[in-house]
């Protein structure tokens, strides 16, 4: 079983990404960042272009530990109409592990079918007008229910970074990797 995988859509949020995949990276978990378009560029929202390591083809029938999904639009539709995306969330949850995502990309966890009766948080509207049976809404910056995390926007990356860190490494480790950031009252 690999770590984590990191699925980019044209027009994901950058700083989301970029945040998740280096502070992952930082705690020493094996992080496969897999283009949903194919291994060529992606272009960001704010047109930051980023590589993925992979096609999402290439490892759509692996099994993660982690499926993290970020942000951003159109990016998160992007995710959202992906029936691959879909599959290898039901199954990563249905398997114990653990799924993530920010911003507008808990919407993808919604039309999965993972945040019927689950306390979650997105970023402001992105859940408006889904059908999304038993959700408690959160306007906190992180929110974990069970093996689904969910948090607001790029102000929260880092925040929603750590606390993956947190489920899948320990608390230990997100001590490790959060000490030497600096961080405002650490």
Not at 52 to 72: I, K, S, T
Not at 94 to 103: H, L, R, S, T
Not at 158 to 175: K, Q, S, Y
């Amino acid at each position: 079983m690999k770590d984590v995988l990191i699925p980019l859509a044209q027009g994901c949020e950058e700083l989301e990404a970029v945040t998740v995949i280096d502070l992952l990276r930082r705690a020493g978990l094996e992080v496969v960042v897999a283009g949903v378009d194919g291994a060529g560029e992606v272009r960001a929202s704010r047109g930051t272009r980023l590589l993925p390591d992979v096609a999402l083809d290439a490892v759509v029938n692996d099994d993660f530990r982690l499926v993290a999904l970020p942000g951003g639009l159109p990016g998160a539709d992007h995710l959202a109409g992906d029936e691959r995306v879909l599959g290898l969330l039901r199954r990563t949850h249905e398997a114990g592990q653990w799924v993530a995502a920010i911003c507008a990309a808990p919407k993808v966890l919604a039309r999965a079918g993972l945040l019927d009766g689950r306390r979650a948080t997105s970023y402001p509207g992105a859940l408006e007008g889904l059908d999304v049976a038993g959700l408690d809404y959160r306007e906190e910056p992180v929110v974990v229910d069970g093996r689904v995390v969910t948090s607001r926007g790029p102000g929260t990356a880092m925040d929603f970074a750590l606390t993956l860190i947190e489920c899948v490494a320990g608390a230990p480790r997100r001590a490790e990797v959060e000490g030497p950031l600096l961080r405002p009252g650490g």
